[in-house]
């Protein structure tokens, strides 16, 4: 995890209440709404509840950021948290818990830190990971079950581990995890990877990686620690175990969008319904990132969508202080 900063941490320390522009959520959207923000010289206040750089800081490699031809995933928050700073983004660690609109260019976020107030709203909290929800997967998260490699990844250094899922994320995660552990199964439902065919060549050419296909696991076995997975055939119906030391899910991702949901259409997913302009059925708020309805989340798109809710927040600001309100 990221090394949160003391100089950011707002606790106990007056915090300016009243911003133009309130994001929420400091990952690639959030952090840059905040420099579109700042560089039109609206006073931007970014909320971040864990650390800033969202999903990318559990990211071991980026190697698709244009210009950028690989990078970890921290160090590239890092970058953009600086890049935000630099164009005057206060950040707030805070979790935002409710947003009530009191009129036009009139936004009141409650926070675990107090009221704050903004004329616009970006909301850009983006995804979490989603659980299997099968027996013993709660008790084993943090001794065995993770979801974060490149968290806990160095914890299993020359054992065996497992890795849940067929998508980007259980790929990408997996080739890091390749060059710590002595042995890695990439468990997936089905033969057929949504995962990009350069990360499923690259893994499976590994000579301690072994191709678990067509089965799910339907257990997390363990007594003080994790031991085995039970896993089910989704062909044959046939069970079996393998032993693991450590077992990482990456089954997809679920949006954050509960706060918003009353401000913002959703669709059965709970992804925000919101078009290219980012704008919601509440003027002043705009969602970005991960947690939008489309059809690719790559860091690219969410850094596009918060450059696209900047622009579309400061025309927002504009209108109404036309309006004279
Ligand atoms: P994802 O693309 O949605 O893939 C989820 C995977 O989990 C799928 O293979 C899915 O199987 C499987 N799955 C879902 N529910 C399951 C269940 N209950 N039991 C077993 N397996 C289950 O999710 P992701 O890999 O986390 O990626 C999220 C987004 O981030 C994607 O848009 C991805 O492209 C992006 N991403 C990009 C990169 C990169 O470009 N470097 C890296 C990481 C992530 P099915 O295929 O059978 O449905």
């Known amino acids: 995890m990221l090394e949160i900063k003391l100089e950011d941490i707002s606790?106990?320390?007056e915090v300016e209440r009243e911003w133009d522009v309130a994001i929420v959520g400091g990952g690639p959207a959030g952090l840059t709404a905040a420099i579109y923000t700042g560089r039109s010289m609206l006073r931007t206040v970014v909320f971040e509840k864990l650390a800033?750089?969202?999903?990318?800081?559990?990211t071991d490699e980026v190697d698709n950021y244009p210009g950028v031809e690989s990078v970890k995933g921290p160090e590239l928050a890092k970058l953009m948290e600086k890049h935000a700073k630099k164009f005057g983004a206060r950040i707030v660690f805070a979790e935002v818990l409710r947003i009530r609109k009191e009129g036009e260019g009139r936004f009141v976020l409650e926070t675990t830190d107090g009221e704050f107030r903004a004329k616009a709203v970006i909301w850009a909290t983006g995804a979490e990971p989603r659980k299997l929800g099968v027996p013993g997967?709660?008790?084993?998260?943090?001794?065995?079950?993770?979801?974060?490699?490149v968290c806990?990844?160095?914890f299993f250094k020359g054992r065996t581990v497992a890795v849940i899922g067929g998508g980007d994320s259980a790929f990408t995660e997996g080739l890091y995890?390749?060059?710590?552990?002595?042995?890695?199964?990439?468990?997936h439902r089905r033969e057929q990877f949504r995962a990009q065919k350069i990360y499923v060549e690259q893994l499976r050419s590994k000579p301690n990686?072994?191709?678990?296909?067509?089965?799910v696991v339907v257990e997390f076995v363990g007594d003080n620690v994790l031991k085995a997975l039970r896993l089910k055939d989704t062909k044959t119906g046939e069970?079996?175990?393998?032993?693991?030391?450590?077992?990482?899910?990456?089954?997809?991702l679920r949006p954050v969008n509960d706060v918003v949901k009353d401000l913002v259409e959703l669709?059965?997913?709970?992804?925000?319904?919101?078009?290219?302009?980012?704008?919601?059925?509440?003027?002043?708020?705009?969602?970005?990132g991960d947690g939008r309805a489309k059809p690719l989340r790559q860091i690219v798109t969410a850094v596009s969508d918060g450059a696209v809710a900047a622009m579309m927040a400061d025309e927002y600001i504009r209108e109404i202080s036309s309006h004279g309100t």
């Open 239 to 252: 069970e079996s175990t393998v032993e693991v030391d450590g077992a990482f899910v990456y089954i997809g």
């Open 11 to 13: 606790a106990g320390e």
């Open 209 to 215: 990686v072994e191709f678990l296909l067509n089965k």
């Open 267 to 288: 669709d059965e997913r709970g992804f925000a319904l919101v078009g290219e302009d980012t704008k919601t059925k509440t003027p002043g708020l705009f969602v970005a």
């Open 137 to 149: 997967e709660r008790e084993f998260t943090g001794r065995g079950v993770s979801y974060c490699a």
């Open 177 to 187: 995890l390749s060059g710590l552990v002595a042995k890695l199964y990439l468990i």
């Open 52 to 58: 800033v750089g969202g999903q990318i800081t559990v």
């Open 152 to 154: 806990d990844g160095p």
